[in-house]
């Protein structure tokens, strides 16, 4: 079946370490986006990408990097210069086509130790 | 500025009863309207959408939403809450092909 595979499902990070998660989705969707939650705030936009190699800064980008080497693959950086990166990450995508609606991931829970 | 607004934080109902989540957008045209319910520790998943034609959308799990321009809302109505319907619900509105504003959430509990 068609989804979006966000790994691992719990992160834990030290201090001044940078920690990549991982989304890979098989919908064949143009753009992909990377959200952070946190009690109480909804979903804020850290980055999201509408084109293999391309992608832009949402919201909240700083100290979060990305890539989009596969039109697959968009994986997340948080980096060390991210002062609180403690929250559930959610990973999306869309078509430019169909419904329009977003496809989630079932989250990355990260926690610095 | 564009925005969605979910003006209820918590609600609690009963087994059985009831369910209207409020939800109000502004935005200039018509827009693309969602609702998402997300369980615990989960993604979010779509419950229903709604883009153009019957103001009456119908969707997953037994949920509905009505579009409302004059009111600039889609409310989500549920006639016969289920305790697995505890959760927390999202509204959204999508502005173009690359921007989604997602309202802050309704969490729901209910009451056996």
């Known amino acids: 079946d068609g989804g979006i595979t966000q790994s691992p499902k719990y992160l834990f990070r030290k201090e001044g370490q940078n920690v990549t998660l991982s989304c890979e989705q098989n919908?064949?969707?143009?753009?992909m986006y990377w959200y952070r939650q946190d009690p109480g705030q909804g979903l804020r936009l850290i980055y999201y990408?509408?084109?293999?190699?391309?992608?832009q800064k949402g919201d909240i980008a700083e100290g979060y990097s990305v890539s989009r080497e596969k039109k697959e693959s968009f994986p997340l950086t948080v980096t060390s210069a991210q002062k609180n990166p403690t929250a559930f990450y959610l990973c999306?995508?869309?078509?430019?086509?169909?419904?329009?609606?977003?496809?989630f991931g079932s989250g990355t829970r990260l926690t610095v130790v | 500025a564009q925005s969605v607004t979910q003006p209820d934080i918590h609600i609690t109902v009963s087994e059985g009863a009831s369910l209207e989540l409020r939800c109000n957008y502004s935005?200039?045209?018509?827009?693309?309207l969602f609702w998402y319910v997300q369980s615990p520790g989960q993604g979010l998943q779509l419950l229903l959408k709604?883009?153009?034609?019957?103001?009456l959308v119908q969707g997953i799990k037994g949920f509905e939403a009505e579009f409302k321009r004059s009111q600039s809302s889609f409310n989500l109505r549920k006639p016969s809450v289920h305790w697995s319907d505890a959760a927390e619900y999202f509204c959204?509105?999508?502005?173009?092909?690359?921007?989604?504003?997602f309202g802050p959430g309704t969490s729901l509990s209910v009451i056996p």
């Open positions: 990408s509408q084109i293999v190699n391309d992608f």
């Open positions: 919908l064949n969707h143009d753009a």
């Open positions: 709604y883009f153009s034609g019957d103001t």
């Open positions: 959204a509105v999508r502005t173009s092909y690359d921007k989604v504003i």
């Open positions: 999306a995508s869309t078509s430019r086509s169909g419904d329009y609606g977003y496809t």
């Open positions: 935005y200039g045209a018509t827009p693309y």
